[in-house]
């Protein structure tokens, strides 16, 4: 018998860490999780920071658990091959030259950058036509231009800005100031020209302050002595460049060829294409990772998701709601029902607002027009993703469902029918498997892709009923025609002059 071989994923988040040991077949054998000491976190206006200290704690202790629980299954060190790790997009630490924080870590949803992103923009217009997006607040650029300007001590004070995984991995190498091309998107990365952009030079003191990049997957060092002892892992782990937590979740869903979607649905609707070119979109909703192999990763976000089961379903058995809402399927009720003002994505209108047309008092075929209504976002977005990547209908394939809304078979079905594709639900699509991934790629078990194939495993597939299509297709046109009526669909996120919808 083979001896068991193991890689570790580990996924820093912003409340806590989460390792996972895992087989190359997919094999979950081990976890560890910690939340984070969150005492000195600043949760004000639109500033958020932590400790990141509390970072490196959670992760050494997630990862003791992990190694515990292996040892509790007989397991030795000796069947680790190699670790990588995932963390937020956008969150940026300023270090000094031994890899400590020289402050708080500038969380990724932080939007205290706003006139910062504004110049950025300016000055690197052409830059951002040519990668197909535009630099927000939450971006890592934008933070470390705001705190050359309004905090010079600070500023100064790093020798350089690295993001929340790159910390981690500083830790457990010893070598500091590496990154990869997934986490360094936000600060500015030329991901089709594989380099720091020359416009950079034009922030002063900015450019020798960012770190070294590399590819997703790359070796980057091994686990040094002090971080062996500290997590109880062995001396000389291959430690491998990761990727952002979205991205890495991305990886986990079993999404592996050109035209594969991945739509994440939560408290909001998170989609993530798989293309062979990036998105280009005037809006900037849309943005564009690079994963090895040439491939790109198209991806954004809609305010629309399962929030309005929160708000309006909470005290309900939802699987018989779920199994009553099956008659009034597919529904000529038409509902978008968006919980809160303004919508990003597939459209953007800051004056979207939920409605549901004809009204009804009836719960369960109000609760099915939202189902099927929540289906026809995640359509339009796929028709979006088209237009911005230059692709059409025909080169898509399956849609890899992730998120709690995905765990309702009857809604999985039901978005199988609308959108005519084949759904599947991963077993476990979580980022530190895909981190796990990582790991396993590049430390020799194959190809990115010929990994996810390997390790990925599939927990539910639904195939669309074609009988139903029809109906589909016609009340899917009703509900764009109403989303023009009200002015909406104008401000779509596809390119101009592109926009057929």
Not at 186 to 199: A, E, F, I, Q, S
Not at 258 to 274: E, H, Q
Not at 464 to 490: H, M, Q, T, V, W
Request: proline residues 5%; neutral net charge.
């Amino acid at each position: 018998m083979a001896p068991l071989t193991l890689f570790v994923g580990l996924d820093i988040g912003t409340g806590g860490a989460r390792a996972m040991a895992v087989s190359a077949t997919g094999s979950l054998v081990a976890t560890g999780q910690e939340n984070f000491d969150l005492e000195h976190q600043v949760r004000q206006g639109s500033w958020h920071e932590q400790n990141p200290h509390s970072w490196w704690q959670a992760a050494v202790v997630a990862l003791q658990k992990m190694g515990q629980n292996l040892t509790d299954l007989g397991v030795g060190p000796k069947a680790l091959r190699a670790i990588a790790v995932a963390g937020t997009s956008g969150t940026v630490v300023g270090i000094d030259p031994a890899g400590r924080e020289t402050g708080a870590g500038i969380m990724y949803n932080d939007g205290r950058a706003v006139n910062q992103a504004e110049r950025l923009n300016l000055l690197a217009s052409r830059f951002c036509q040519k990668v197909g997006y535009q630099f927000a607040p939450s971006f890592a650029l934008a933070k470390i231009l705001w705190l050359a300007e309004n905090a010079p001590q600070q500023f100064h004070a790093a020798r350089y800005f690295i993001h929340q995984a790159d910390f981690i991995t500083s830790r457990l190498t010893g070598v500091p100031a590496v990154s990869d091309y997934s986490n360094s998107l936000k600060t500015g990365y030329d991901l089709v020209d594989d380099r720091w952009p020359t416009w950079i030079n034009e922030l002063p003191d900015v450019r020798e302050k960012l770190p070294r990049v590399v590819a997703p997957g790359t070796r980057i060092g091994e686990i040094h002595g002090p971080a062996a002892a500290a997590c109880h892992l062995p001396k000389g782990l291959p430690v491998i460049a990761g990727a952002t937590d979205g991205t890495a979740g991305f990886l986990a869903s079993g999404a592996n060829q050109p035209g594969d979607d991945s739509t994440t649905l939560g408290t909001t609707l998170v989609f993530k294409r798989l293309s062979k070119r990036p998105g280009h979109d005037t809006q900037g909703q849309v943005y564009s990772h690079k994963l090895p192999g040439g491939l790109w990763l198209p991806g954004a976000a809609s305010n629309t998701g399962s929030q309005w089961i929160r708000t309006g379903y909470a005290d309900c058995d939802l699987e018989q709601l779920s199994t009553q809402a099956l008659q009034y399927l597919p529904s000529t009720t038409l509902c978008y029902p968006l919980t809160t003002q303004g919508e990003r994505f597939p459209f953007h209108c800051d004056q979207a607002t939920r409605f549901c047309e004809p009204e009804t008092d009836h719960s369960v075929r109000r609760f099915a027009a939202s189902l099927q209504g929540t289906a026809f976002i995640e359509q339009l977005a796929h028709e979006v993703l088209d237009q911005v990547t230059g692709e059409t209908s025909t080169k898509r394939c399956d849609i890899f469902a992730t998120g709690g809304g995905s765990r309702n078979d009857h809604w999985l079905q039901l978005r199988a029918d609308v959108t005519g594709r084949t759904v599947h639900r991963p077993a476990c699509p979580e980022s530190a498997f895909g981190s796990a991934i990582l790991a396993a790629a590049g430390a020799g078990l194959g190809d990115l892709w010929q990994v996810i194939r390997q390790m990925v495993r599939i927990e539910k597939t639904m195939v669309p009923d074609l009988s139903r299509k029809d109906r589909y297709d016609i009340y899917y046109e009703n509900f764009k025609s109403l989303l023009r009526a009200k002015g909406y669909l104008r401000n779509s996120a596809a390119p101009a002059g592109k926009n057929s919808l």
